[in-house]
């Protein structure tokens, strides 16, 4: 069931570097979120505190709130694990286990969870390959390794095994940076298929894809040098690139720096 993300006054840091500072957003549910903006203003740091990835970092840590459906993930006694199963993650690089098989791809956190039977694990693997839209390509060759897809067919297997488990969020780092016209609209295909079902934050540099992907944009950008990230201006996709409040968002959209 997909779920709102509200976060409030977050600031971010890697030891004693201040990375991100005083982010307050809220993601609806059923909704595409794009973060945009400059290299290093923060984008992908704020998106893995969304889901305690950034935590694994050593010195890494995070204070405010995260709270999903009004429960802070980083709460006393919530376990990170499942947290990170109830919020998947997609990578900029697509990143099958290569020598396992497709359908061992797709079912690899749910045997990690402890499910064993044939038939469950089929069926969760047909269900996801097709909610990645992947089913009709692979059908015939799910006991083949996964190393041996198209970058494109990779991604989408990456995120058949993050809808497996069914998540209420997906997160997705860049999800089509390192793939071809082609496959990259295919995947900004899925991700409008997705959101009828999963609440979905996607960080891109692409503006256009952000544009034709998103329904909300935040725009995060760099004070000065050595200085945090922080959020900009948070608003609807349409507004933000036709009409921003800030001269900030404007500047970066129209190419004037960044």
Same mark, same amino acid.
């Given at each position: 069931?997909?779920?709102?993300?509200?976060?409030?006054?977050?600031?971010?840091?890697?030891? #004693?570097?201040?990375?991100?500072?005083?982010?307050?957003?809220?993601?609806?549910?059923?909704?595409? &979120? =794009?973060?945009?903006?400059?290299?290093?203003? +923060?984008?992908?740091?704020?998106?893995? &505190?969304?889901?305690?990835m950034?935590?694994?970092?050593? /010195?890494?840590?995070?204070?405010?709130e995260?709270?999903?459906?009004?429960?802070?993930?980083?709460g006393?006694?919530?376990?990170?694990?499942?947290?990170?199963?109830? $919020?998947?993650?997609?990578?900029? !690089?697509?990143?099958?286990?290569? &020598?396992?098989?497709?359908?061992?791809n797709?079912? =690899?956190?749910? !045997?990690?969870?402890?499910?064993?039977?044939?038939?469950?694990?089929?069926?969760? =693997?047909?269900?996801?390959?097709? /909610?990645?839209?992947?089913?009709?390509?692979?059908?015939?060759r799910?006991? *083949?390794?996964?190393?041996?897809?198209?970058? +494109?067919?990779?991604? !989408?297997?990456?995120?058949?095994?993050? $809808?497996?488990?069914?998540?209420?969020?997906?997160?997705?780092?860049?999800?089509?940076?390192?793939?071809?016209?082609?496959? @990259?609209?295919?995947?900004?295909?899925?991700?409008?298929?997705? *959101?009828?079902?999963? @609440?979905?934050?996607?960080?891109?540099?692409?503006?256009?894809?952000?544009? !034709?992907?998103?329904?909300? @944009? =935040?725009?995060?950008?760099?004070?000065g040098?050595?200085?945090?990230?922080r959020?900009?201006?948070?608003?609807?996709?349409? *507004?933000?690139?036709?009409?921003?409040?800030? #001269?900030?968002?404007?500047?970066?959209?129209?190419?004037?720096?960044?």
């Open positions: 069931m997909a779920k709102r993300i509200d976060v409030k006054d977050v600031d971010i840091y890697y030891g #004693k570097f201040h990375a991100v500072d005083g982010v307050t957003l809220s993601v609806p549910p059923r909704n595409v &979120t =794009a973060f945009i903006g400059p290299s290093g203003c +923060g984008k992908s740091t704020v998106l893995r &505190t969304l889901n305690r950034h935590e694994v970092i050593p /010195g890494a840590r995070v204070e405010g995260v709270l999903l459906d009004g429960e802070d993930i980083y006393a006694g919530v376990d990170p694990v499942q947290v990170r199963r109830t $919020i998947g993650m997609v990578f900029q !690089r697509p990143n099958p286990f290569p &020598t396992m098989s497709i359908r061992d797709v079912v =690899a956190g749910l !045997r990690l969870g402890g499910t064993k039977g044939k038939k469950e694990l089929d069926d969760v =693997a047909e269900r996801a390959l097709r /909610g990645a839209n992947l089913w009709n390509e692979v059908k015939d799910l006991n *083949k390794p996964g190393g041996g897809l198209s970058g +494109g067919q990779q991604q !989408r297997l990456c995120i058949a095994r993050a $809808i497996a488990v069914r998540p209420d969020v997906l997160l997705m780092d860049e999800p089509c940076s390192a793939l071809d016209p082609i496959s @990259t609209l295919a995947i900004e295909d899925l991700i409008g298929e997705l *959101k009828k079902e999963y @609440t979905i934050v996607i960080v891109t540099h692409n503006m256009q894809q952000a544009a !034709r992907v998103s329904d909300q @944009t =935040a725009f995060f950008n760099l004070a040098v050595g200085q945090p990230g959020l900009v201006e948070l608003n609807d996709t349409e *507004k933000i690139f036709s009409n921003p409040d800030e #001269k900030a968002t404007e500047d970066y959209i129209s190419g004037r720096f960044g």
